[in-house]
């Protein structure tokens, strides 16, 4: 068992995660990882110089059990000559209101309690007690689920003012040292019923994988997550240098200037891309946007693409606008053509040949456009963010939804406001404005009737 | 169907993988797979303006079925009218001769004879029917049996003339594929017993996973081996930036410049070390070689730890030397002492207190050093590959290997060399020459006695 002991130690000297006069502060559920860790602690604090607190959270999940919990913890501290502190929290009440699972109300909670005991009463670092089980499993989970560099990095030894000591051996280890030197714990049997997947991977997947494949697969994946670390922290740090000359954000939207991007290496766009998406609009990236986003990079300007999280891009000249798009949940785009006639909003709208000579009228719901170079298909459909425009009688583009605000149209309307569109250019802003672009002139030929009736 | 169809084509179109007027040659074992890629390119060959030929590799390791699987292919072809080649290859001779593992073996025939036949004909491309499942097999075991980056980057999509049409869809697809379309195929028997690591997680792991966790995890895989396969391209590039700066190769010896070392980011450093020891000599670096030469990096001079594969590396002042080591078959390095004789190669070390008056002699199986600021302790063993010493009367120092040549000493027996140590301090290349760090001054009180008898 000296052995066990040596293999913390040495990890912890190695990683260099203790200092003289650390103040450590210890996450302690009263379940064998972190008894383990307390114990440890507690046995090699004169060795390392340090000072041991333990705070105890109750989650509040498992009623007498709960309070068993807390009482363990306490009695444990006492017996060890560990300042002990308690905190109760409503897992379930901050799960329901913020929408988060259990589990991960509960591990918010904890770190947010962690880091203020810490702060209040002086610790300069908080302990942990993941171990390589716990890392195996995690980055296994997140290769099959799905996952970039970051999700199989697994567990970080050292984040900040967070450390974990015995992150360095297994449950099964732990299980081993405890018993043969009597040492008690609570069984949290939540843990043993409450993350389905991971409670498979750990009782049915990792044990066949154990015996027939990699008996040491802990060790393993403890190893490889370290590189794997590394280069996620190397591509990060690259992508910032990168990142501000890239893209501007304006609180709304963000801007992704093109002629930038072939001045990076183009493994390194992915990353970029994902990484100006999660930091902007704090949103779970897929593998799927950053496909769609990478493909409008070459496609024609008025292209665009709708991204997970509500958030859509289109693309512009020499830019990349992506933003918030107005989910149309009531209205999908509908084609149309020459001598067709559609149900929109309860209106008509259609759009006809048109003989010369025309009336024009002041009216907004019927305007004129050349036929002469112009495709005989239509689309209506909402506009959306990102949208820009020519105004007729402007000099230059404008956003739609500028547009909209500058014609006072409600907000509750705005989001319903139709355009027209020929071959991806935005003909009328329907019953509105026309678009500069399809302005009859003294060369037009033939021309086409918008109505709205 | 049109699906699966589909599916492949917009892949090759996304990937690149074929351009107008490329002569592909496809790999053709006969079995599902690769029938599969063939039948689909042979379809779709004047949509992609392309020529195809097939070579089928007879691996000589099942006898009739072999030649079955050969004339099979020779039909197929036929058939579809595609240029058909075959080559017999002894898979089992080359095995034993150059110990690879069978499956080994036929992969680098296989490659070999691909690259050979498309020379000759002038193919431009080799196509090969590897699937989203081999990868997804290739990128959990090589994460189960402990890789890095490329480990985990699974089978490209393109490699240098290599492409695989056929990644995105899995082992499932491609059956169903044939089997709706009753397209033959050849079962490879082998294929389901041979190696059994692969066919253990392909037949127990795997779909065990897919019903309780994720079934779709071949695209899962398929997608984050892309985003590992481009990190790691990345990292390659930036150690590639600095490799030449920072270290020099001299055919056998590998110098590490130390100071150059701060100016990398530290992330950086063990993948440098990696490709530095991976590229000069062929070895398969382990997670452990690259703890032991960044911890000796640390260390102070004179310091050097075993790498795998018989590589040493050895500390000194400002660089890191590193270099095949003999191995010592016979001789373990023996602790000594002062007043005890110890037996090496027949004769007999011994090292005594010893008074003055000295009788200098030039018998060279007998030296003097200084007794006064010396560890009692010493250690023989062989000299090392790195090793330096002061020879006595030269200005400087000199690798004990260069020294050994200079002494004519036979290379059966320069590898059996022996060195005393004191403080991992060469005080005696044992019979041939003292250290000039070791030599008695007018200051020199006390004196021991180094003698071979």
Redesign the interface.
């Known amino acids: 068992m000296k052995h066990f002991e040596q293999k913390v130690i040495r990890f912890i000297d ?1 990683k260099n995660l203790i200092n003289k006069n650390d103040k450590i502060l210890v996450a302690l559920s009263g379940g064998p990882d972190s008894v383990l860790l307390l114990n440890l602690l507690v046995k090699y604090q004169k060795r390392f110089k340090i000072n041991i607190g333990a705070l105890h959270i109750n989650h509040r999940l498992r009623g007498v059990d709960s309070r068993e919990d807390e009482r363990f913890c306490r009695l444990l501290c006492e017996s060890l000559n560990v300042t002990f502190y308690s905190v109760r929290k409503n897992v379930k009440s901050y799960s329901q209101k913020y929408k988060y699972s259990l589990e991960e109300s509960g591990r918010i909670l904890r770190y947010y309690e962690l880091n203020r005991f810490a702060d209040k009463y002086g610790y300069n670092k908080i302990a942990t007690a993941h171990n390589s089980s716990d890392n195996a499993e995690t ?3 997140n ?7 970051r999700g ?1 990095s697994g567990i970080p030894y050292k984040r900040g003012n967070i450390i974990r000591p015995v992150l360095c051996v297994t449950k099964k280890e732990i299980n081993s040292y405890l018993k043969f030197h009597k040492i008690n714990f609570r069984v949290d049997l939540t843990n043993l019923s409450s993350d389905y ?1 991971r409670n ?2 750990r009782n ?2 990792l044990p ?2 154990k015996k ?3 008996p040491s ?1 802990e060790d ?2 403890l ?2 997550s370290e ?2 670390r ?6 990060e ?2 992508v910032n240098e990168f990142i501000d000359d890239v893209a501007d954000f304006s609180g709304k939207e963000l801007k992704i200037y093109l002629n930038k991007l072939p001045e990076l ?1 183009p ?2 766009i ?2 970029l891309l994902k990484t100006l998406l999660k930091k902007n609009f704090q949103m779970q990236v897929t ?1 799927d946007d950053i496909l769609k986003l990478k ?1 409008l990079i070459n496609k024609e300007s008025g292209k665009n693409v709708n991204l997970s999280s509500n958030i859509s891009a289109l693309k512009e000249r020499n830019v990349i606008l992506i933003g918030p798009y107005i989910r149309d949940e009531n209205f999908q785009p509908v084609n149309t053509e020459v001598g067709k006639e559609v149900q929109i909003n309860g209106k008509k709208l259609c759009i006809e040949n048109c003989e010369r000579p025309i009336k024009f009228s002041n009216k907004k719901n019927e305007e004129y456009i050349p036929a002469d170079n112009i495709d005989d298909k239509f689309i209506i459909r909402r506009w959306q963010y990102g949208d820009r425009f020519y105004p007729l009688g402007l000099n230059g583009t404008k956003k739609v939804s500028d547009f909209l605000n500058e014609e006072k149209i409600a907000s509750s309307q705005k989001k319903k406001q139709l355009v027209l569109l020929n071959n991806d250019k935005i003909v009328w802003i329907i019953g509105l404005r026309l678009d500069e672009r399809f302005k009859i002139t003294n060369k037009t030929n033939r021309i086409f009737k918008l109505c709205l009736r």
Chains 1, 2 share one sequence.
């Open positions: 190695e980055v296994l989970l290769l099959i689920k799905g996952a970039g560099l199989i997947e498979f991977l049915e997947i066949v994988i027939r494949l990699n697969i393993t994946i190893n490889s590189i794997f590394n280069a996620d922290c190397l591509i740090c690259k290496k493994e390194l992915p990353e593998f493909s």
